[in-house]
């Protein structure tokens, strides 16, 4: 089992920036694919993004060249860095670990582990 950690939430302008920090514990994350979702009031979760145990990124169209993502294995550590904010990126954002390769990554079932989350406020 292994315990996720987010940090790095907060309240921003739009056009702005913030990164996002899943610290993990318990398991080394070398093996996992890792993945970030979201969930803003009244709305179903969101994929954001999702990086392979290869180094394969996945993004859905809404963050494709505004959000990126990174694993730091040595330090246990995965990051999101979102540019360009927008008030609709406004959420409650979660880091997971799982298994998945390809479009799989795209599904919240795919991922076992999950961190408490980290509200993001993008303020027009």
């Known amino acids: 089992q292994v315990q996720l950690v987010e940090s790095g939430g907060g309240l921003v302008q739009a056009g702005g920036s913030l990164r996002l920090s899943c610290a993990a514990s318990?398991?080394?994350?070398?093996?996992?694919?890792m993945g970030w979702f979201r969930q803003a009031p009244g709305k179903e979760g969101e994929f954001v993004a999702a990086?392979?145990?290869?180094?394969?990124?996945h993004y859905p169209d809404s963050v494709k060249g505004r959000f990126s993502v990174s694993r730091d294995n040595a330090k246990n550590t995965v990051y999101l860095q979102m540019n360009s904010l927008k008030p609709e990126d406004t959420a409650v954002y979660y880091c997971?670990?799982?298994?998945?390769?390809?479009?799989?990554?795209?599904?919240?079932?795919?991922?076992?582990?999950w961190g408490q989350g980290t509200q993001v406020t993008v303020s027009s």
């Open positions: 990086i392979e145990s290869s180094g394969i990124t």
């Open positions: 318990g398991r080394t994350i070398s093996s996992y694919s």
């Open positions: 997971a670990a799982g298994y998945c390769v390809g479009s799989g990554c795209y599904v919240r079932q795919m991922f076992k582990n």
